[in-house]
Nanobody
Framework: VQLQASGGGLVQAGGSLRVSCAVT????????MGWYRQVPGKPRELVAS???????NYADSMKGRFTISRDNAKNTVYLQMNSLKPEDTAVYYC???????????????WGQGTQVTVSS
């Protein structure tokens, strides 16, 4: 199982960016999916998460600016980021709770991270 994140880059403050994360491999079921971010010297923090049914949860500082969504047919989760601020600069990581066979419990898998840089 692999999670491949893409879509990061450099954007000016106030701009928008969408990052994607596709899950590939032998999968029985994908449960909750999410996005986290991390800056050097600080712990990884939750940005947003979404259940398999589409219920979303956001960190307070992202509410109203970020939107998480998923396409279950494509095993992909998205994060649309609007009104970006320099303090949103971080490496963004996706994760997903994945069941790979019917005999095991779901495990959490992580993507490799994608850099988002917001210039002032």
């Amino acid at each position: 199982v692999q999670l491949q994140a893409s879509g990061g880059g450099l954007v000016q403050a106030g701009g928008s960016l969408r990052v994607s994360c596709a899950v590939t491999g032998s999968i029985v079921r994908i449960g909750a999916m999410g996005w986290y971010r991390q800056v050097p010297g600080k712990p990884r923090e939750l940005v947003a998460s979404i259940t398999s049914g589409g219920s979303a949860n956001y960190a307070d500082s992202m509410k109203g600016r970020f939107t998480i969504s998923r396409d279950n047919a494509k095993n992909t989760v998205y994060l649309q980021m609007n009104s970006l601020k320099p303090e949103d600069t971080a490496v963004y990581y996706c994760n997903a709770d994945i069941r790979t066979n019917f005999l095991s419990n779901p495990q959490t898998y992580w993507g490799q991270g994608t850099q988002v840089t917001v210039s002032s």
